[in-house]
């Protein structure tokens, strides 16, 4: 029974940490973008998944004289995005494969940084509540231990 609860605290501790890196991650690459962005006209070079729900357009956009690529769903109103078509993007002048669409804050959208924090924090919830249980048991344990 313990070495499950460990487990369950131990997955707790992974969800937790990797909601917190990503959200961390994303807000470093906000401010990068923010202290040295740059706005450029992407190209959507190629379709990636096409006829599938979830299809991904290629990107390709020019950063001081390079051609960049970047994947990205595009999936504006009802229609998708097709080859050739242009994109307005925020590129980090000192990394410019850190991009963000225009009009949006995190570079993995806007919708996505909400679901790290979340996530983030279901991870503690879960890792304080299995703490919380060993703890529980542990006195319990003892308790008994002392009166018998």
């Known amino acids: 029974m313990r070495r499950g ?14 909601g917190g890196c990503s959200a961390t991650l994303q807000w470093q690459r906000a401010e990068l973008i923010d202290d040295t962005g740059i706005r450029v006209t992407g190209v959507v070079s190629r379709i990636i998944d096409p006829g599938t729900k979830y299809q991904r357009q290629e990107i ?3 950063v001081d004289h390079h051609r960049h690529t970047v994947v990205r769903n595009l999936d504006t109103d009802l229609s998708h995005p097709k080859p050739g078509h242009r994109v307005c993007l925020e590129v980090a002048r000192t990394h410019p494969g850190v991009v963000r669409m225009c009009g949006t804050r995190y570079p993995k959208g806007d919708d996505m940084y909400p679901v790290y924090i979340l996530v983030t924090v279901f991870g503690t919830a879960g890792l304080l509540f299995v703490i919380g249980y060993l703890v529980t048991g542990a006195r319990q344990t003892r308790r008994i231990g002392i009166t018998a």
Do not use: D, H, Q, R
């Open 60 to 62: 390709s956009y020019p």
């Open 5 to 18: 609860t460990l487990l369950l605290g131990a997955v707790f501790l992974a969800i937790a940490v990797f």
